[in-house]
């Protein structure tokens, strides 16, 4: 098995990987990106729509991912495609798999970007029939907007988010109805305009309260039973059925490596620079919370390239020179420099809230590279709430917001300025909301 030396290794060619990439090589690095797509740009690649970008947005899907992938090689960057991460071999060394066989390459820095998948109609433990027709999200756009195939004619769309009308844009895109839009939530969680839109301009029913409880048909979808809140049973006729949102983490690498996963975002770990339990083991985007905007997560790999840089200044030795005696095969700091490397704080986001990113302080580690704004997403719907810092009782921060109403589905913003507060040696900090 071949094996190679490089400064960093970047898992994943989607937003946040590419943006890490982009500035870490244009630095003098040696960057890989490996990504297991045959093409770099990860979701945006197949999201046809508007809205990707810098202000003011004007920016579809793919136009986006190229322009990523174009700044990562312009900047020196090798993005390989069709190259997949096996497992680890050390600590910062992964054997992959790719066109050119078997390697394993070690690296001084990792940077794990290896996005979210949508939970399929099986994880969601819908019963019925196994007919031809059934898709999520991302296999829908991937079937209609890269390879131009047919989907049927008349679809239900599970799931009334902001992604649940891109669903069914790419539904009407390849020609197709859009029976109706389902949520088991009381109310449609997506922007006001988008639903005014699809109930106005589209004409399509938005059933809230109402649960798929099967589909219906063999060889191909004939229907979906479903369940309004009320206890009655419905039949809607359809060919094709797409299942959004649900996100999960794509963190099987992490859990691989034994990295601390956070238990409400069920991704790694991580402090506000984005940096995981492992000493130079870095995670940004969606891994860390499923799913937020392409922009976020640019964002994210754009802030941990800053991290990543600090630690490449603090080597003891060279990309050529040996992590520590054993057979480790990495390279970049010793023991004494992987010692250094901070545990954090636990961030506890408690109910309604549903989960915090990041979610480890560092209060003695607390530089600009530390300052990332936190993400909380909530269960309710909350207005104008005022969230509450607190450790062992004691009160570190308050922030109050008058003019927004905080929506499931939704994230809101809470400021890092308070995190040089915490006592590293006390219990875990939360964030409450009243």
Do not use: K
């Not at 729509?49 to 190229?66: C, E, I, K, M």
């Amino acid at each position: 098995m071949m094996r190679r030396q490089i400064d960093v290794l970047v898992v994943g060619a989607g937003p946040a990987g590419l943006a890490a990439a982009s500035l870490l090589a244009a630095t003098g690095a040696r960057v890989e990106v490996l990504e297991r797509e045959q093409r770099a740009g990860g979701v945006p690649r197949h999201c046809a729509h508007r809205g990707f970008g810098d202000r003011p947005r004007t920016l579809t899907g793919p136009a986006y991912a190229r322009l990523l992938a174009d700044a990562a090689r312009w900047a020196g960057a090798d993005v390989r495609t069709g190259v997949t991460a096996l497992d680890w071999a050390g600590p910062r060394t992964l054997t992959t798999v790719g066109p050119q066989g078997a390697e394993t390459l070690a690296a001084r820095a990792v940077v794990l970007a290896t996005g979210a998948r949508e939970r399929p109609r099986a994880a969601r433990l819908v019963p019925g029939t196994r007919p031809a027709g059934v898709y999520t999200t991302g296999e829908l756009q991937q079937a209609v907007h890269l390879y131009g195939q047919h989907i049927g004619t008349r679809a239900v769309i599970v799931g009334a988010e902001d992604v649940s009308h891109a669903a069914a844009d790419t539904v009407r895109a390849a020609g197709a109805a859009v029976v109706a839009l389902v949520t088991e939530l009381p109310r449609a969680p997506a922007h006001l305009a988008r639903t005014l839109d699809a109930r106005l301009r589209h004409r399509t029913p938005l059933l809230t309260g109402t649960t798929v409880t099967e589909l219906l048909g063999h060889g191909r979808l004939s229907g979906v039973r479903v369940r309004h809140r009320d206890g009655r049973t419905a039949t809607l006729p359809c060919d094709t059925v797409v299942f959004t949102g649900d996100f999960v983490p794509d963190h099987e690498l992490a859990r691989r490596g034994g990295l601390t996963l956070d238990p409400a975002t069920r991704g790694p770990a991580v402090d506000g620079a984005l940096r995981t339990s492992r000493p130079g083991v870095f995670a940004v985007g969606s891994v860390l919370h499923a799913v937020e905007s392409a922009a976020t997560a640019a964002r994210e790999g754009a802030h941990a390239a800053t991290a990543v840089r600090d630690w490449l200044a603090g080597t003891t030795g060279t990309a050529g020179t040996t992590e520590n005696s054993g057979n480790t095969g990495n390279t970049g700091r010793g023991a004494e420099g992987d010692a250094d490397w901070p545990s954090g704080v636990p961030l506890i986001a408690a109910p309604p809230l549903l989960r915090v990113t990041p979610n480890r302080v560092t209060p003695n580690r607390v530089t600009p590279a530390d300052r990332l704004p936190y993400i909380l997403r909530t269960a309710i719907p909350l207005t104008r709430p005022v969230l509450y810092v607190t450790q062992d009782g004691r009160p570190l921060h308050r922030e109050r917001f008058l003019l927004t109403t905080a929506l499931p589905h939704r994230p809101l913003t809470l400021t890092a300025r308070w995190a040089h507060r915490v006592d590293p040696g006390g219990g875990p900090v939360r964030v409450t909301v009243a």
